[in-house]
Nanobody
Framework: DVQLQASGGGWVQIGGSLRLSCVAS????????IGWFRQVPGREREGVSC????????YVEDSVQGRFTISRDNVKNTVYLQMDNLKPEDTAVYYC??????????????????????????WGQGTQVAVSS
């Protein structure tokens, strides 16, 4: 059974930190790019950060640049999103997703996946992040 299990959300004060984890099972994790997306009620889901299969390509959305860091551990089948200096506008439900890219022309595919224009193969359940004073 293919699964992505997201965890690590919670409530935090402005300026605080959280680390989200996305644990994969049931598929060959090393062959998939993993992305974090977030959604606020009434708004479209947006890409936050992505990492390719071998940690050679990463994407970080402009509004979280310098505050969020993505990493992966292919031994533990886990992708992490370290979120520092959190702001109220980071409040959202965060989802992880896995995508399988064709070998050719990978860079544009990776960007399309990270920006939500390429459908993931699998979504995990969401984890709520709330930031307030």
């Amino acid at each position: 059974d293919v699964q992505l299990q997201a965890s690590g959300g919670g409530w935090v004060q402005i300026g605080g930190s959280l680390r989200l984890s996305c644990v994969a099972s049931g598929f060959n994790f090393d062959d998939y790019v993993i992305g974090w997306f977030r959604q606020v009620p009434g708004r479209e889901r947006e890409g936050v950060s992505c990492i390719d299969e071998r940690d050679q390509l990463t994407y970080v959305e402009d509004s979280v640049q310098g505050r969020f860091t993505i990493s992966r551990d292919n031994v533990k089948n886990t992708v992490y999103l370290q979120m520092d200096n959190l702001k109220p506008e980071d409040t959202a439900v965060y989802y992880c997703a896995a995508g399988h890219l064709d070998e050719g022309n990978k860079a544009p595919q990776f960007y399309y996946f990270c920006t939500g224009r390429l459908n993931p193969a699998k979504w995990g359940q969401g984890t709520q992040v709330a930031v307030s004073s």
